[in-house]
């Protein structure tokens, strides 16, 4: 027994010498060159400070910030991406345990009864007992790499599923956000079409009673009888635009579809602030274009692990136990059973298929290439969209505040007028209808304003990101 386990000794010392020195087949992993701008339009801690921060707070309403909380705990969507992660968890904890020997254990028992009339003749003790017992052991030397290729790829794409995580709670916070101002301002466009309707209801009142009074024509009744029925019409739609909002906004929260708490008013929801320079680096923190990156890491890894199969593939295998007629003998020395060696498997003909693997690890490379060539490009589009959309915006949203306060004056004024003869009903119609759309635009041009906002802090993907997974319950931190 001695020189048995000092020659398996020697065995094990030569694999694992052979497997340091064993060499890493394909390329190893090299980040692209990309032409992107150094920075954008708008010094550069204040826009990774302001990047950082949970930018929702700034909106200035518990509201909003407790409905992103809840949507953080209880999304759906956030849950599907966090058992991805512990998915791509597991298939590496799988992939990386081949690089270690994998032992196991076997006992095994049987009574057999031979046929006293077959050609050979039948054992002594017919019938007889059979029992072994042996623990078992077997490794694959990765002198080529390919098993560390796997597991690099298997890696990439734990990273890349963090990644994702990590983008769901981007955009639910996002969505989240978006859906809150969206409900606000369809409050306050209710608002305006529910005291239009009440203003023009009134005047069809008093228009009636002149009309029976022989003061003004029918002409004039029918055209105050239409901007009344107009009103009418806007209410119904808008209350089921808010109810349908409603119910989206409470399932982004992880509730069943129903009514929605409020909070600030569209007017007193505070605009997020601009940062004040954006380097192009923060964009490197973007969770699709780490997640892209990562899938390239991956499809990089698999072409020196197919590689590898033109390659032998080298395992040693070993068996120490016993074998006996009874479980008292199992253990004696006379029934102790014991083998290893060493197995050389190596190509020798196979038509094209190792040809075909290469090559098709190598496509999946190039697609993934492109695929962060174009989350890189998507995402300084997306940034340069929200920047541009933001402070175009912010002018037309001055511009039709400006609109919304002279359409008020010459409503007023024109009302006088035909109230004194100066004028026809004409007149003031025009002044109330566009006086109504205008206002109503403008509600939906601060809906729009914070919309940009929202899409510029999303856009960058900055370290809020974390932040807002911190709240998720348990979410994990960032793996990198």
């Given at each position: 027994m001695k020189t048995i386990r000092a020659s398996g000794s020697r065995w094990v010392l030569l694999a694992a010498a052979v497997a340091t020195a064993g060499c890493m087949l394909g390329?190893?992993?090299?980040?692209?060159?990309?032409?992107?701008?150094?920075?954008?339009?708008?010094?550069?801690s204040e826009a990774r400070e302001l990047a950082n921060t949970a930018w929702w707070t700034q909106f200035g309403d518990p509201v909003l910030d407790a409905l992103i909380e809840e949507g953080l705990r209880n999304n759906l969507d956030l849950r599907?991406?966090?058992?991805?992660?512990?998915?791509?968890?597991?298939?590496?904890?799988?992939?990386?345990?081949?690089?270690?020997?994998?032992?196991?254990?076997?006992?095994?028992?049987?009574?057999?009864?031979?046929?006293?009339?077959?050609?050979?003749?039948?054992p002594p003790g017919n019938p007889y007992n059979a029992v072994q017992a042996d623990v078992f052991a077997s490794w694959?030397?990765?002198?080529?790499?390919?098993?560390?290729?796997?597991?690099?790829?298997?890696?990439?794409?734990?990273?890349?599923?963090?990644?994702?995580?990590?983008?769901?709670?981007?955009?639910?916070?996002?969505?989240?956000?978006?859906?809150?101002?969206?409900?606000?301002?369809?409050?306050?466009?209710?608002?305006?079409?529910?005291?239009?309707?009440?203003?023009?209801?009134?005047?069809?009142?008093?228009?009636?009673?002149r009309f029976k009074g022989g003061v003004i024509s029918h002409l004039e009744l029918e055209q105050s009888r239409s901007e009344y029925a107009t009103a009418l019409a806007a209410v119904p739609d808008l209350e089921r635009q808010v109810a349908q909002q409603e119910n989206a906004l409470a399932v982004l929260v992880g509730r069943g579809p129903g009514p929605v708490a409020r909070g600030a008013t569209i007017d007193a929801l505070v605009l997020p602030a601009v940062p004040a320079g954006l380097p192009s680096e923060l964009l490197e923190r973007r969770p699709d274009v780490?997640?892209?990156?990562?899938?390239?890491?991956?499809?990089?890894?698999?072409?020196?692990?197919?590689?590898?199969?033109?390659?032998?593939?080298?395992?040693?295998?070993?068996?120490?136990?016993?074998?006996?007629?009874?479980?008292?003998?199992?253990?004696?020395?006379?029934?102790?059973?014991?083998?290893?060696?060493?197995?050389?498997?190596a190509p020798v003909f196979t038509a094209g298929s190792i040809k075909g693997q290469v090559q098709s690890a190598e496509a999946a490379e190039q697609q993934a290439l492109y695929g962060y060539q174009r989350a890189v490009q998507t995402a300084f589009q997306e940034a340069e969209d929200a920047l541009v959309g933001q402070a175009r915006y912010r002018e037309r949203l001055a511009a039709q505040q400006l609109q919304v306060k002279a359409l008020?004056?010459?409503?007023?004024?024109?009302?006088?007028?035909?109230?004194?003869?100066?004028?026809?009903?004409?007149?003031?119609?025009?002044?109330?209808?566009?006086?109504?759309?205008?206002?109503?635009?403008?509600?939906?041009?601060?809906?729009?304003?914070?919309?940009?906002?929202?899409?510029?802090?999303?856009?960058?993907?900055?370290?809020?990101?974390?932040t807002a997974g911190a709240l998720a319950g348990g979410a994990s931190a960032p793996m990198r």
């Open positions: 390329p190893d992993y090299k980040r692209p060159l990309l032409e992107v701008p150094d920075r954008y339009y708008y010094a550069s599907i991406a966090a058992a991805r992660v512990d998915q791509f968890a597991g298939v590496l904890g799988s992939t990386r345990a081949q690089l270690f020997p994998q032992v196991g254990a076997e006992l095994t028992g049987s009574r057999t009864r031979a046929s006293e009339r077959s050609a050979t003749g039948f694959e030397i990765d002198l080529f790499g390919r098993l560390r290729r796997l597991n690099e790829a298997a890696q990439a794409e734990l990273l890349a599923s963090e990644e994702g995580r990590r983008a769901t709670v981007l955009s639910l916070v996002a969505a989240i956000a978006n859906g809150y101002v969206t409900l606000r301002a369809l409050d306050r466009q209710l608002e305006i079409s529910r005291a239009t309707l009440k203003s023009r209801g009134e005047s069809l009142e008093v228009f009636e009673k780490l997640g892209a990156e990562q899938a390239l890491v991956a499809a990089n890894a698999r072409i020196g692990a197919a590689k590898a199969l033109y390659f032998p593939s080298i395992s040693l295998t070993g068996l120490f136990g016993g074998a006996s007629t009874s479980l008292s003998g199992l253990f004696d020395g006379p029934a102790r059973v014991w083998t290893y060696g060493a197995a050389i498997t008020r004056n010459y409503a007023r004024l024109a009302r006088a007028r035909y109230e004194g003869g100066y004028s026809s009903f004409l007149e003031v119609l025009d002044a109330e209808r566009s006086l109504f759309s205008a206002e109503l635009d403008f509600t939906r041009g601060q809906a729009a304003i914070q919309a940009q906002m929202i899409g510029l802090y999303k856009a960058l993907g900055g370290g809020w990101v974390d």
